[in-house]
Every structure is written in C-alpha cells, then in structure tokens.
C-alpha cells in the first residue's frame, strides 16, 4: 500500500470513531424491534413446547414442565401423523404442479410474448383474491355435483363416468384441494421465475441463435442453468406457504379434524382453541411444538436447498 492509500484508510477509520455514537442511535431502535417482533417471541414458543400449558394466557407460574413430552406424543398420535402426511403430499405434489407451471408461464412471457402485462396480470389475479372467496369459488361454481364447471365440462364432451365424480367426497377431496391451491399459487411463482428470467442478457439467447440453438435448447441450456438461484428462492418460499396452509383445509372440511384435509396446523389450532364438543383437552405447549417442528423442518429444506443447487459459479 502507498502512504496516500494508508492515510486514507487512517481517515476513514477516524470517521468512523466519530460517527460511532450516531451509528448506534439508528441502530437501535432496529434491533429492539427485532427482538421484542422476533427474537423474544421465538424463544418464549421454543420455551413453551418444554411445557404443559392449559392456554396461551397461563402465566409461567402455571406452566408444567414435562420435557420431551409433548414432541413423542404428537409423534405418536396418529391424527397427527396423517396431518404431516397430507402436508408433505401437497408440499411434494403440489410443488411439482405450482413449479412446472409458473416456470412454462415465465418462460413464455419472457420469450417476448405480445401482451406480456396482461396475460402476467390474469394469471397472477387469483393472488389478489381472497382465499376465502376463491375457496367458495372452487366448492360452489367448480365442484358443485348440481352446477359445477366440471360436471357441465365433461356433459358437454360426453364424459358420463367422469362427470359423476363426486369431488368434494372422501375418496377425492384431497385432490380437489390440493388443484384447487396450485390454481392460487402458480401467479406468485410465475412472478419470481420472471424476475430471473428478465435478469438474463439477451445476448446469450443471440448467441445460441446464431449458433443454431432452437427455443427449447436455449431453454435447457441457457434458461434452466441461470435460474438456479430463483429456484432455491421458490422452493423456501413454497415450503414456508406450504407450512402454513390453513384455510383451504378448514374450507374444504365439513368437519375440523378431516382425515383428508387435516394439517399440522389445523392440528394446531384445535390444540389451542379446541374444536367445539370434540376437543375437551387444550394444550399450548403441544402447539407450540407443532410451530417448532414446522420451522425446523422449513430450516432443513433451506439448508438441503442449498447445498444441492450451487450458484455460486454463475456470473450473468
């Protein structure tokens, strides 16, 4: 280093010392708000899944600690087991559905497509809606047995056997709902898959034009290759959406505890507030477990994620 480029370094290190006092006053605030939104309240949660806890307003003086306890029963409570089955079935099936999708969607509005800010808004419209109305839309306009889109679509074509399937019964309402949520999340996803495809240079696709590359190769070995990162993004955001699904599975239930529809946490609400006459017992430290084994979970599929799909070598 020259004495011009140390003196300069000596200056700016000096600066910082005068700025120090001014650095923490800003700080602050921002780090209180993260512990008192963030911090506190993952580690009360943590603390609680230790304990037996008739509510969430029980003082500690009336939690009872039980360990390990409340993790082993819900391991061996059978209700439960089929609540993260179901999850991890609309996680891998749905997740499948919702990414192949939104990729083909992204991948022609980015190939230049006429149209390209309507055709993306339509798509992603269902985003906007409630998902309250969009779940009366599917139950009372898609899958009604009277008037149902599907009945009428499968008359027409004069698909009998296929018209009379009943959608929202036992045998088929898991798949009824889990179409249903991929038709909501395929416009949020389509939105992140474009992101990265708009952020690659058009020169690479002229290039592998020039040299004789068709739209599917450029696709395969362009597209696909330079969008790693985006799919890393997509699949910790649709695991975090997964974990919390909870609506679609109260809409699509007659009943809270639907061995069809049930989740860990619908299995967590009626742990904590009960279900009517059905749930005497409540237990705010058996939810809490239940939150703290869905974010450990969404905590490995990140670190899976990110060890299996490396980036780290692309440069666009």
Same mark, same amino acid.
């Given at each position: 280093?020259?004495?011009?480029?140390?003196?300069?370094?000596?200056?700016? %290190?000096?600066?910082?010392?005068? !700025?120090?006092?001014?650095?923490?006053? *800003?700080? =602050?605030?921002?780090?209180? +708000? @993260?512990? /008192?939104?963030?911090?506190?309240?993952?580690?009360?949660?943590?603390?609680?899944?230790?304990?037996?806890?008739?509510?969430?307003?029980?003082?500690?003086?009336?939690?009872?600690?039980? %360990?390990?306890?409340?993790?082993? !029963?819900?391991?061996?409570?059978?209700? *439960?087991? =089929?609540?993260?089955?179901? +999850? @991890?079935? /609309?996680?891998?099936?749905?997740?499948?559905?919702?990414?192949?999708?939104?990729?083909?969607?992204?991948?022609?509005?980015?190939?230049?497509?006429?149209?390209?800010?309507?055709?993306?808004?339509?798509?992603?419209?269902? !985003?906007?809606?409630?998902?309250?109305?969009?779940? =009366?839309?599917?139950?009372?306009?898609?899958?009604?047995?009277?008037?149902?889109?599907?009945?009428?679509?499968f008359e027409f074509f004069h698909m009998d056997s296929l018209a009379k399937i009943q959608w929202l019964d036992n045998e088929?309402?898991?798949?009824?709902?889990?179409?249903?949520?991929?038709?909501?999340?395929?416009?949020?996803?389509?939105?992140?898959?474009?992101?990265?495809?708009?952020?690659?240079?058009?020169?690479?696709?002229?290039?592998?034009?020039?040299?004789?590359?068709?739209?599917?190769?450029?696709?395969?070995?362009?597209?696909?290759?330079?969008?790693?990162?985006?799919?890393?993004?997509?699949?910790?955001?649709?695991?975090?959406?997964?974990?919390?699904?909870?609506?679609?599975?109260?809409?699509?239930?007659t009943v809270t505890a639907d061995t069809q529809t049930i989740v860990p946490i619908t299995y967590l609400y009626v742990k904590?507030?009960?279900?009517?006459?059905?749930?005497?017992?409540?237990?705010?430290?058996?939810?809490?477990?239940?939150?703290?084994?869905?974010?450990?979970?969404?905590?490995?599929?990140?670190?899976?994620?990110?060890?299996?799909?490396?980036?780290?070598?692309?440069?666009?």
């Open positions: 280093m020259t004495p011009s480029s140390v003196s300069s370094v000596q200056k700016g %290190g000096n600066g910082l010392k005068k !700025n120090k006092p001014m650095i923490v006053m *800003f700080l =602050t605030p921002a780090v209180l +708000l @993260f512990c /008192i939104v963030f911090l506190y309240p993952i580690i009360r949660t943590l603390a609680m899944s230790f304990f037996h806890i008739e509510s969430l307003t029980a003082t500690m003086d009336d939690w009872t600690f039980v %360990g390990i306890t409340n993790y082993v !029963n819900l391991i061996n409570t059978s209700l *439960f087991r =089929t609540a993260c089955w179901n +999850l @991890f079935r /609309i996680w891998l099936f749905g997740g499948i559905i919702v990414m192949a999708l939104s990729l083909l969607f992204a991948a022609i509005l980015g190939s230049g497509v006429r149209f390209k800010k309507f055709f993306r808004a339509i798509i992603y419209l269902p !985003n906007i809606v409630s998902a309250v109305a969009l779940a =009366t839309m599917w139950l009372q306009y898609v899958y009604s047995p009277q008037f149902g889109l599907i009945k009428h679509f088929h309402k898991f798949v009824a709902l889990l179409l249903a949520y991929c038709f909501g999340m395929v416009g949020y996803h389509m939105l992140i898959w474009l992101s990265g495809i708009e952020r690659i240079s058009p020169e690479y696709f002229e290039a592998a034009t020039i040299d004789g590359a068709n739209k599917l190769q450029q696709f395969r070995y362009i597209t696909i290759p330079l969008l790693k990162g985006v799919f890393k993004t997509n699949i910790t955001m649709w695991s975090v959406t997964a974990s919390g699904f909870f609506v679609w599975s109260q809409l699509f239930s904590l507030f009960g279900a009517g006459n059905t749930v005497t017992e409540r237990d705010a430290g058996v939810g809490a477990a239940i939150g703290v084994m869905l974010a450990v979970c969404i905590v490995l599929i990140f670190t899976i994620t990110n060890k299996v799909i490396k980036d780290d070598d692309l440069e666009f």
